[in-house]
């Protein structure tokens, strides 16, 4: 059964950094490329940091760029978000994905950063 289960959300003053973790079972991490897109309440989930299967390159959203950081740790079926110099605009529910930007096949719950001013 393919799990993903988000963790590292909480809340962070602005300007602060947190590390999201996306810890899978039932595939191989390896073989599989991560997805983080994030949903605050009322609007549409927004992709945050996934990679293009048309474009061949990782895909990071304009308002993160220089801030986020994808990694993974294959061995350890992990991969994170790190997430650098957070602004109240970063709050929302985050989720871990898998799949290419195009498409995603499974998805976590979602974990909450919350940003203060």
């Known amino acids: 059964q393919v799990q993903l289960v988000e963790s590292g959300g909480g809340l962070v003053q602005s300007g602060g950094s947190l590390r999201l973790s996306c810890e899978v079972s039932?595939?191989?991490?390896?073989?599989?490329?991560i997805g983080w897109f994030r949903q605050v309440p009322g609007k549409e989930r927004d992709a945050v940091a996934c990679?293009?299967?048309?474009?061949?390159?990782?895909y990071y959203a304009d308002s993160v760029k220089g801030r986020f950081t994808v990694s993974r740790d294959n061995a350890g079926n992990t991969a994170y978000l790190q997430m650098d110099s957070l602004k109240p605009e970063d709050t929302a529910v985050y989720y871990c994905?898998?799949?290419?930007?195009?498409?995603?096949?499974?998805w976590g719950k979602g974990t909450l950063v919350a940003v203060s001013s």
């Open positions: 990679f293009s299967s048309t474009e061949d390159t990782q």
């Open positions: 994905a898998r799949g290419y930007c195009e498409g995603m096949e499974y």
């Open positions: 039932g595939f191989t991490l390896d073989y599989y490329r």
